[in-house]
């Protein structure tokens, strides 16, 4: 069973449309996140959540939407997506104290 | 946001060899973490470290949260082929509801 899920794998889509990246974690964690990782690798938080509140929203611009329908799933909704974009996004989890459980990544690719 | 040097940006080793990294913050944190990322995949957890002066070991890798909260390391020793990969380090500030990464340490073990 996989701790942190996040699918798509890999997302290649257009400039200009809207999409969205999903996350589920069976470990009972409260608290979740959505980090991007650019092309030298570098991880910046854009936004946790604990018990489907959000706590951090790291100056991501408002065409990134995160959901929370309850505390197994945090979703990220992207809309008009730019070339600037394109990285892989990392969804995680984790419960105080403790560090964070990671999922595989989605590799977003804009064109 | 909270700034973390991590050093050195990449190491080029022989097998056997012993390697040191470390991450420094102008900050304080009360928690400091070291993951593994393989290529096209999440970060692993490694070591977590929780109190100031904490030195924690995980089979060939030992980690130490630094008296001043604002420095951690990590050695691995008698590197073998299967340590190649990038470390990072992360600092939590206040609780898990934040989470911080250095930029990295790329590792190459030449056999």
């Known amino acids: 069973d996989t701790a942190v899920s996040q699918t798509p794998k890999y997302l290649v889509t257009q400039m200009g449309n809207d999409k969205s990246i999903k996350c589920e974690q069976n470990?009972?964690?409260?608290?979740m996140y959505w980090y991007k990782q650019d092309s030298k690798k570098f991880l910046k938080i854009m936004f946790s959540?604990?018990?489907?509140?959000?706590?951090i929203n790291e100056t991501v611009p408002n065409r990134f939407s995160p959901k929370s329908p309850d505390k197994a799933h945090l979703n990220l909704h992207i809309n008009s997506l730019e070339l600037g974009d394109s990285a892989v996004y990392f969804c995680a989890s984790s419960q105080d104290p403790g560090g964070a459980f990671f999922g595989q990544g989605t590799r977003l690719t804009v064109v | 946001g909270q700034q973390l040097n991590q050093s050195p940006q990449s190491m080029f080793i022989q097998e056997g060899e012993d390697v040191s990294m470390n991450c420094t913050s102008s900050s304080i944190f009360n928690t400091w973490l070291w993951y593994k990322q393989d290529p096209g995949e999440g970060p692993v957890l490694l070591i977590a470290?929780?109190?100031?002066?904490e030195l924690t070991s995980n089979g060939r890798l030992t980690a130490q949260f630094g008296i001043t909260r604002k420095d951690s390391f990590l050695n691995i020793s008698a590197s073998i082929p299967s340590d190649v990969g990038i470390y990072f380090c992360?600092?939590?500030?206040?609780?898990?509801?934040?989470?911080?990464f250095g930029a990295g340490t790329r590792l190459t073990v030449k056999p």
């Open positions: 959540y604990n018990n489907k509140e959000l706590i």
């Open positions: 470990l009972g964690h409260d608290t």
């Open positions: 992360a600092g939590q500030p206040y609780n898990n509801n934040d989470m911080r």
């Open positions: 470290l929780y109190k100031a002066g």
